[in-house]
């Protein structure tokens, strides 16, 4: 594991390079609330030197511990808090999401920064086909979302790019499970989309949060 302790060293550089703060977003690759933020607090030091210069974050995590930074965010008015889900499924999150917070704690963290006046939303996806795309796991996710004040309700679909196919076969085989979906082939993946869109929208349907779905396909 490689975690970097000097972060909020170099954050702090380069901060003092910057001639007008802007949006930051945190993150999109690697999340910065894993377990292990628990104890070294470097996503937190980090979102308090944002806030000091006039940044404004948007953070998107599927880790309740963001709850602990609560006071932080609801300091400043510009923060922007999002949970991303894929699952109601405790089977299905274990083997997606092994060191992810349960989803049900992810909607409380939710509800909890609603409380204090901040805005959320939420994440959905990647939808993994025949596993989370299902019209079950969609209507369970928006039947938990009913009564959030939710900004927007973002959905993307699996990426099929390079490397994902093969990491996702050795995942699912060591869970017992396999791949048996016919959109494997990257040229039909046009055609699911469209099924996942209009799935995904009567979903949203069903839990009167149609208006807050945006696709990111």
């Given at each position: 594991m490689d975690?970097?302790?000097?972060?909020?060293w170099?954050?702090?550089?380069?901060?003092r390079k910057?001639?007008?703060p802007?949006?930051?977003?945190m993150?999109?690759?690697?999340d910065?609330w894993?377990p292990?933020?628990?104890?070294y607090?470097?996503s937190?030091a980090?979102?308090?030197?944002l806030?000091?210069a006039g940044?404004q974050?948007?953070i998107?995590?599927?880790?309740?511990?963001v709850?602990r930074?609560l006071?932080?965010?609801?300091?400043y008015?510009t923060?922007?808090?999002?949970?991303?889900?894929?699952t109601?499924?405790?089977g299905?999150?274990r083997?997606f999401e092994?060191?992810?917070?349960?989803?049900?704690?992810?909607?409380?963290?939710?509800r909890?920064a609603q409380?204090k006046?901040i805005?959320?939303?939420?994440f959905?996806?990647p939808?993994v086909?025949?596993?989370t795309?299902?019209?079950?796991?969609?209507?369970?996710?928006?039947?938990?979302l009913?009564?959030?004040?939710?900004?927007?309700?973002?959905?993307?679909?699996?990426?099929l790019r390079w490397?994902?196919?093969?990491t996702l076969k050795k995942g699912l085989?060591?869970?017992?499970k396999?791949?048996?979906w016919k959109?494997?082939?990257?040229?039909?993946y046009?055609?699911y989309?469209r099924?996942?869109?209009?799935?995904?929208l009567?979903?949203a349907?069903?839990a009167?949060?149609?208006?807050?779905?945006?696709f990111?396909?």
């Amino acid at each position: 594991m490689d975690i970097k302790v000097n972060a909020p060293w170099a954050l702090a550089r380069d901060i003092r390079k910057c001639k007008r703060p802007g949006a930051v977003f945190m993150s999109s690759v690697c999340d910065g609330w894993q377990p292990i933020e628990a104890k070294y607090k470097l996503s937190r030091a980090c979102l308090k030197l944002l806030l000091e210069a006039g940044f404004q974050p948007d953070i998107l995590t599927k880790s309740s511990l963001v709850l602990r930074d609560l006071d932080l965010i609801a300091a400043y008015k510009t923060p922007k808090l999002s949970l991303t889900l894929t699952t109601m499924d405790l089977g299905l999150k274990r083997l997606f999401e092994p060191y992810a917070s349960d989803s049900k704690e992810r909607i409380l963290a939710l509800r909890k920064a609603q409380e204090k006046g901040i805005e959320i939303g939420v994440f959905l996806g990647p939808l993994v086909p025949e596993y989370t795309d299902t019209p079950a796991n969609l209507a369970a996710i928006f039947g938990a979302l009913k009564g959030l004040n939710l900004a927007q309700i973002y959905v993307d679909r699996l990426n099929l790019r390079w490397g994902v196919l093969g990491t996702l076969k050795k995942g699912l085989a060591a869970g017992g499970k396999q791949i048996a979906w016919k959109c494997q082939n990257p040229a039909k993946y046009s055609s699911y989309s469209r099924q996942l869109k209009n799935r995904t929208l009567e979903a949203a349907a069903q839990a009167r949060l149609l208006n807050k779905v945006k696709f990111c396909f």
